[in-house]
T-cell receptor, first 114, second 113 residues
Framework: GAGVSQSPSNKVTEKGKDVELRCDPI?????LYWYRQSLGQGLEFLIYFQGNSAPDKSGLPSDRFSAERTGGSVSTLTIQRTQQEDSAVYLC????????????FGPGTRLLVL | AQSVAQPEDQVNVAEGNPLTVKCTYS??????LFWYVQYPNRGLQFLLK??????LVKGSYGFEAEFNKSQTSFHLKKPSALVSDSALYFCAVRAYNNNDMRFGAGTRLTVKP
């Protein structure tokens, strides 16, 4: 595709439920990032994948958060036992490579935990 | 760890006037600096970046930014603002040797006709 895509665009769930958010990066991009954007705040780095290397999970806020990247392409961010404070926009970005390369962002998934 | 400060939550300018959106950063070592823009109901779009070289960086839509090492700043500028420039602007920094890109809280730019 032309850009990074994310699904669903909106997700409403009940507290305690698990949710899965999907990201399709730009074809050929080896690096993939997940961020969280909370209301009135900047973007918070969550996790980073680069090729076949072990992911950088240093930004994940708790062990309820996990992410996978299958086949070096599609990524899924999973939040288990969701809490109301997890409500935010979750953004995915990809880039040709690490570090200096420009990141291209998807439209985000707006998650609301009731 | 690196950090970014955008001291103004909101910037208002009249169309045709110059605009500046401020950004200061803190990082160990050489910084990589970025500006992104977020239009309503759309994802972040890359505007420009500073990696090395000329301190004045030119980017998309007529925007430019100046890297000032002594002041640890990377302010975004445009000589003549357009109403269509109204959006949320984010400054970001990463160190040369890690993956953690830190974004500022964002500055909402409103350009009035």
């Amino acid at each position: 595709g032309a850009g990074v895509s994310q699904s669903p665009s909106n997700k409403v769930t009940e507290k305690g439920k698990d949710v899965e958010l999907r990201c399709d990066p730009i074809s050929g991009h080896t690096a993939l990032y997940w961020y969280r954007q909370s209301l009135g705040q900047g973007l918070e780095f969550l996790i980073y994948f680069q090729g076949n290397s072990a992911p950088d999970k240093s930004g994940l806020p708790s062990d309820r958060f996990s992410a996978e990247r299958t086949g070096g392409s599609v990524s899924t961010l999973t939040i288990q036992r969701t809490q109301q404070e997890d409500s935010a926009v979750y953004l995915c970005a990809s880039s040709l490579g690490p570090l200096v390369e420009t990141q291209y962002f998807g439209p985000g998934t707006r998650l609301l935990v009731l | 760890a690196q950090s970014v400060a955008q001291p103004e939550d909101q910037v208002n300018v009249a169309e045709g006037n110059p605009l500046t959106v401020k950004c200061t950063y803190s990082v160990s070592g050489n910084p990589y600096l970025f500006w992104y823009v977020q239009y309503p109901n759309r994802g972040l779009q890359f505007l420009l970046k500073y990696i090395t070289g000329d301190n004045l960086v030119k980017g998309s839509y007529g925007f430019e930014a100046e890297f000032n090492k002594s002041q640890t700043s990377f302010h975004l500028k445009k000589p003549s603002a357009l109403v269509s420039d109204s959006a949320l602007y984010f400054c970001a920094v990463r160190a040369y040797n890690n993956n953690d890109m830190r974004f500022g809280a964002g500055t909402r730019l409103t350009v009035k006709p």
